[in-house]
C-alpha cells in the first residue's frame, strides 16, 4: 500500500488518500471492538486534511453509517455531497444555526443543561446526543449532577439518539491514567443506569475514540469515534510504534519540483540568507509551503523530502507558498518533478509522526491543518 507515486497531472501540491488503507485501518480497529460496537469516524476538520467528502465516501461504501464532525456547516457539507446515516455535531452549534440541524438531518451534542432548553426552546423536534462530563472538563454535563441529567432528559422537543463522554488520560498507560479512564468509564455507566432507573429509554451509549479502541477497548459501547487511528497512526511515532503493523498511513502529501539551480560555495539562500553553502550544490524549491499547512518550524534541516526515493533535507527558511531542498546527491532532480513530503518513494518512507515529532506536535494537528491549496484524491 502507498508505494506507488500517483502523478496528479498538474497539481502543484497533492494529497493522496489509500483507499486501501482507509479500509484496512477501519477493519482492524472494528476487529477489536465487542460485535455490536460500530463505527463513527471522526471526519472533523476535513477528515484530519485528507477531505471529509471523499473520507466519507469510501468509509460508507465500506458500509459505514455514522460520522462525527466538530460544527454544524461540517455536516451540512456531507450531506450537500450525499453522505446518507448518522451525522453528530460534536460541538457548540449557534441558536440561529439550528434550522440547519432540523433541515440536514444532523443530531447535536447537548453541551450541557442550559443547552438543552435552548435547543428545546427551537419549538421543533432535534436529535441529540447528550454530552457527559467525567473528567475532560471541557462539554457536557457534569457526570455528578444526576438530577440534572435526568431533567436533560425530561426535555419536550429533543430526540435522544445517543448519549456519550470522552477519555481524557486513555493515550498513557500509568497506574493513575489507568484508574482515572476506568473511574470515567465507571461514572458514565452510572449515569446510564441513573436514566434507565428513572424509566427513559437508554440511547445509544459512546465513549471511546481512537487511544480508547486500542488502549480499552473492551469498554466497547455502541459506537466508537475514531479519528487519527483510523487515518493509520496514533499522535507520536512512539505511540504508533507497537500498532504499525495493524495500522497504515491513509495519506500521502506530494508537491512538485518548480526549478533546480546551482547554490555555489560562499553563496547563502533564502529570507534572513539563513543558509550558506560551504560547498558547491545543488538546489530545488518545491511548490510547498507553511500556508499550505507544511510546519514551518521544519526549516534549515529539521526536516527533509524524499526525491526519487532519496532524502533530501531542507535547506534554509520554509516560505508561505515554497520550499528549497538540497539534490546535490540527487542527480535525477529536475524540474516538474516529485517531492514526497509525507509518504513512500521506493524504499524510503517520511511519516506524518516524524513531521509530528520534529515540529513539536502531535500528528493530529499536522495532517488537521494540511491546506486548501492542496489538491485530494483517491488512489488504490
Ligand atoms: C476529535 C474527537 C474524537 C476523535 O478523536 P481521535 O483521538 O482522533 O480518535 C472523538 N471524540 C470527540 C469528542 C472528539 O472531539
Known amino acids: 500500500m502507498n508505494t506507488q507515486i500517483t502523478d496528479s497531472g498538474h497539481a502543484r501540491a497533492w494529497i493522496e488518500i489509500s483507499r486501501g488503507a482507509l479500509a484496512a485501518n477501519a477493519a482492524f480497529l472494528k476487529s477489536r471492538l465487542p460485535e455490536h460496537c460500530r463505527l463513527m469516524p471522526a471526519v472533523k476538520a476535513e477528515a484530519y486534511g485528507h477531505g471529509a467528502v471523499p473520507v466519507a465516501r469510501e468509509l460508507s461504501k465500506a458500509g459505514v453509517d455514522a460520522f462525527c464532525v466538530a460544527c454544524v456547516q461540517e455536516g451540512v457539507a456531507l ?9 453528530l455535531v460534536l460541538g457548540y452549534t449557534h441558536p440561529e444555526e439550528f434550522y440547519l440541524l ?51 432528559f425530561r426535555t419536550e ?5 445517543g448519549i456519550f463522554t470522552h477519555l481524557s488520560a486513555d493515550d498513557r498507560l500509568t497506574a493513575a ?11 458514565f455507566d452510572t449515569v446510564v443506569s441513573a436514566i ?17 479502541v486500542v488502549n480499552y477497548p473492551q469498554l466497547g459501547g455502541d459506537y466508537a469515534r475514531i479519528g487519527i487511528a483510523l487515518y493509520g497512526m496514533l499522535g507520536t511515532t512512539e505511540d504508533t510504534e507497537p500498532w504499525k503493523a495493524f495500522l497504515t498511513p491513509v495519506m500521502s502529501l506530494r508537491a512538485r519540483i518548480a526549478t533546480v539551480r546551482e547554490l555555489y560555495a560562499g553563496e547563502s539562500a533564502g529570507y534572513g540568507n539563513d543558509f550558506t553553502a560551504d560547498k558547491n550544490m545543488r538546489i530545488a524549491t518545491v511548490t510547498i509551503g507553511y500556508a499550505d499547512g507544511y ?18 533535507p531542507i535547506i534554509g ?18 524540474q516538474g518533478g516529485i517531492a514526497t513530503l509525507i509518504g513512500r518513494d521506493g524504499e524510503n518512507e517520511i511519516t506524518a509522526c516524524e513531521l ?7 500528528t493530529n494537528e499536522i495532517l488537521s491543518r494540511m491546506g486548501t491549496r492542496i489538491e485530494r484524491f483517491v488512489t488504490e
Open 157 to 161: 422537543n429533543l430526540v435522544f439518539d
Open 196 to 212: 434507565a432507573d428513572s424509566g427513559f429509554p437508554v440511547p445509544k451509549r459512546h465513549l471511546l475514540a481512537s487511544y480508547g
Open 317 to 334: 527558511r520554509i516560505c508561505m507558498d515554497q520550499t528549497s531542498v538540497d539534490v546535490t546527491d540527487i542527480p535525477d532532480a529536475r
Open 295 to 312: 510546519p514551518r518550524s521544519l526549516s534549515n534541516g529539521a526536516g527533509r523530502m524524499l526525491i526519487n526515493g532519496r532524502y533530501a
Open 79 to 87: 450531506r450537500e455531497a450525499g453522505i446518507e446515516g448518522e451525522i
Open 356 to 362: 509530528a515529532d520534529k515540529a513539536g506536535t502531535i
Open 102 to 152: 432540523e433541515k440536514y438531518r444532523i443530531s447535536q451534542t447537548v453541551v450541557d443543561r442550559e443547552y438543552a432548553r435552548l435547543l428545546s426552546g427551537y419549538g421543533r423536534k432535534l436529535h441529540v446526543h447528550v454530552g457527559i462530563d467525567t473528567g475532560m472538563r471541557r462539554l457536557g454535563e457534569r457526570s455528578d449532577e444526576i438530577s440534572g441529567i435526568i431533567d436533560i
Open 177 to 187: 491514567d489507568i484508574e482515572f479512564t476506568l473511574r470515567q468509564a465507571r461514572e
